[in-house]
């Protein structure tokens, strides 16, 4: 890229970026250097006194792992590109007032609420009296019904996280029909608990036990800052009414299996699971009634929480749902209320120590309600061109990878082959952010009003959400932001999406050597493609239907292929005792795997018959798992990391780094021996793809 005198200028300008983003800012990589070493590697952290073989980890990361320490005010670290992020996302919004930009009003509005703590201080509890007013009112089923239903829509997506939160027991929503991806569907889920998972209720390890006290104590708070009588009762009634609706979650595993979370109901069916629930009120309220067909997906779950809208005293729901009013207003009150917010979700549940300062705090929020706007400009100033056709020629050359991989594959019949080939030919990829960008037109946002604002934020995507009945399925939605650090693929629209955020050192560098960023952001393209082809992505097909597309004998072995990546991770204990869930999390393990594989064949591809550069004394494909291995490298807290074993899909990054042991190439690269704690057998290296 060339950067403008304007952006350097205002890199500079941004209180010291620079400096605090090292060398991986772009305006650094301006004359051309990449941003780490010579050609992208940070050969400064290789430690030689480890064999490669023993432990990849950390004899590639330990200078950093030794020096590196997580701030105060986060759960985890792996390098200044959060922190970069931050500050350039916060430069938009101060900023965007004065750019003229359609939202850019807007934008600067909202972040700037957030900030003014003397505001937040002196307007004290006034904005939160009319919603506890609303709850404090249900006083009959049918109240009940459209509360829950509110509620629903009673948090922001988190486009850092997954596409839906988890804000009411019954939670309503509308997305694509899996069965018939030309259309949207309304659908009812499981949700309500506050704490990360059921396991945290329902599963007496002394962690939980622990989480589950501060939790108490933390509802106290929020009803006694409030003003409410009594806060122990009503923490006690909060937190019991949370255990009831934990007992009747699906666990993740069972809500990962696309085909179990697939149970259309018809609304005379749907009265009939839902008893205890008053239907009307709740469909009504959620904006989705009058539909053919509801898509359920934990029906015993949905059963189970209908049950308790009759069964559990409206006193008990009103405790309930005035909770959840304070924890939704908590973030952007007076001090007390953001200090008691930190304390349970940083402090608690991550292990962080120091609360964010308040602009960081205001980002993650406006990112949540106007990201996306926020995103056109981040994609103006930060993601040029040539990065962009860049990261799309590698993304192409990943594709085809992909296709030789299912072409030469020994185990699929030719059949099967075709249907895998046709849905890749139709897998979309796309770089930087949604085009168009989300029109924010009909969204109302007022200087000053921070709670407010979100309530109307909540209630835009409510209404964007339900506005997608009786359309045509938009393929180009996307619900992560071009800011995001993340990246995604989404069965039902066949595609794979890749925002600028992600797309800056060390996942991605224009001016490091290929086997550099084939291990980095190669490998990622490589995941996500292969996410189409995991054990859940595989079971649809190329138009995005959920329809069983593999011959019978072609599916048997590739479970059995998965299975034993499936044993390999159930055998990792990163904390004593807590094991990664093999099945929770063989997705992901599947597209690290088959991403890692199909990005160095398409690495070796891209050289076009030449052979690599020798550098450092390191070969290309040493290069490569080089830099796989340390794109990976991160501290997390302990609280952070028990969380993620028991809700996250993913690994955590030291076991991701792990594939390697499956990689043949790895064995050659680095001398890895029999004896050597990471050797397995050939015979016992897991090969999906
Ligand atoms: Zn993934």
Known sequence: MRLTRRGLAEALAAGGVLAAAGPGAWAASAGGQPAYGDFGLDLTAIDPSIAPGDDFYRYTNNGWLKQAAIPADAAAYSGVMRETTLSRTRDIMQGAGALGAANGRKIGDYYRAWTDGALLERRGLDPLKPELARVAGVNSASALARELALFSWGDLPNPNGASRPDAAPIAAGVGVDVKQPTRYVPTLSQGGLSLPDRDYYLVDAPANVKARDAFRAHIAKLFALAGFDDPQGRAARVYALEEKIAKGWWSREQSRQAEKRYNPYSRAQLATLAQGLDLDAYLGAAGIDGQVVYIVAQPSSIAASAGLARDVALADWRDYLAFRTLRNFAPCGPKAFREADFAFNGG??????KMPEAWKQAVVQTDRALGQAVGEIYLAR??????????????????SAMGRRIQGNSWMTPPTKARALAKLANLRVEVGGQTPPRDYSKLEVKPGEAFENLLRAQAFTHQRVVGRLGRPVDRSEWSMNPQTINAQSNSTLVKVMFPAGFLQPPN????????????????VIGHEISHQFDDQGSKYDETGALNDWWAP?????FKAATAALAKQYDGYEPLPGLHINGRLTLGENIGDLAGLAISLDAYHASLGGKPPPVLAGLSGDQRFFLSFAQTHRSLQRENALRAQLISDPHSPNEWRAAEVRNMDAWYSEFAVKPGQKMYLAPDARVRVW
């Open 508 to 523: 991605f560098d224009p001016y490091a050597d290929a086997a550099v960023n084939y291990g980095a952001i190669g490998r």
């Open 348 to 353: 608690v549940l991550q292990g962080t120590p």
């Open 553 to 557: 004998a072609d599916l048997e072995r």
């Open 382 to 399: 930060w993601f040029p061109p040539a990065s962009r056709a860049q990261v799309t020629e590698m993304t192409r050359n990943l594709k």
